[in-house]
T-cell receptor, first 112, second 113 residues
Framework: DAKTTQPPSMDCAEGRAANLPCNHS???????VYWYRQIHSQGPQYIIH???NNETNEMASLIITEDRKSSTLILPHATLRDTAVYYC?????????????FGQGTILTVHP | SQTIHQWPATLVQPVGSPLSLECTVE??????LYWYRQAAGRGLQLLFY??????ISSEVPQNLSASRPQDRQFILSSKKLLLSDSGFYLC????????????FGPGTRLTVL
């Protein structure tokens, strides 16, 4: 699976949009971009995933660049409960069945 | 809707004692099941996965084992715990192919003293 690069930390004001970037320059054509988040002492929570088109669900939007080498997760109206570690993951079938590899992620802190 | 349960939520065990962590999934049939460990300050490490009853694949050789006695039940065990077994143990499920979305349980915090 391709490696991803994320900033170690970001801040956001409550009510504002949080834009979390992720670089995945070695992504291959059949690999998806997944986003999870983990609130302290809880299990990771799935947010969204995409292949090459932009995606939106009730939690967030995912913008993938045309060359697929980077993406941005957008939380449109951040709340204090969105404070968490956000993980960007690139994965395909690979040789290890379904393995998710989490990097260090981005610590998002939402301020009042 | 699907839900995943793990218990216990927290556990403190002495070195050399046995371990049994349980994970159950509701609302789906024939899920793929996974055990991960997250050590403090580190990423997620896949320990075991299962695509069906009695079918277990190990990712990392260690003193842990896994079993799947029923379709929606996944158990993580050890005969003798080590200090290095401390961590946050997460069970996850998915359906379909290996690239399908995985959904995690609440986790078990294990401290080995």
């Amino acid at each position: 699976d391709a490696k991803t690069t994320q900033p170690p930390s970001m801040d956001c004001a409550e009510g504002r949009a949080a834009n979390l970037p992720c670089n995945h320059s070695t992504i291959s054509g059949n690999e998806y971009v997944y986003w999870y988040r983990q609130i302290h002492s809880q299990g990771p929570q799935y947010i969204i995933h995409g292949l090459k088109n932009n995606e939106t669900n009730e939690m967030a939007s995912l913008i993938i660049t045309e060359d697929r080498k980077s993406s941005t997760l957008i939380l449109p109206h951040a709340t204090l409960r969105d404070t968490a570690v956000y993980y960007c993951i690139v994965r395909g079938g690979g040789t290890s069945y379904g393995k998710l590899t989490f990097g260090q992620g981005t610590i998002l802190t939402v301020h009042p | 809707s699907q839900t995943i349960h793990q218990w216990p939520a927290t556990l403190v065990q002495p070195v050399g004692s046995p371990l049994s962590l349980e994970c159950t999934v509701e609302g789906t049939s024939n899920p793929n099941l996974y055990w991960y460990r997250q050590a403090a300050g580190r990423g997620l490490q896949l320990l075991f996965y299962s695509v069906g009853i009695g079918q277990i694949s190990s990712e990392v050789p260690q003193n842990l084992s896994a079993s799947r006695p029923q379709d929606r039940q996944f158990i993580l065990s050890s005969k003798k715990l080590l200090l290095s077994d401390s961590g946050f143990y997460l069970c996850a499920w998915s359906v379909g192919t290996s690239t399908d979305t995985q959904y995690f349980g609440p986790g078990t915090r294990l401290t080995v003293l």
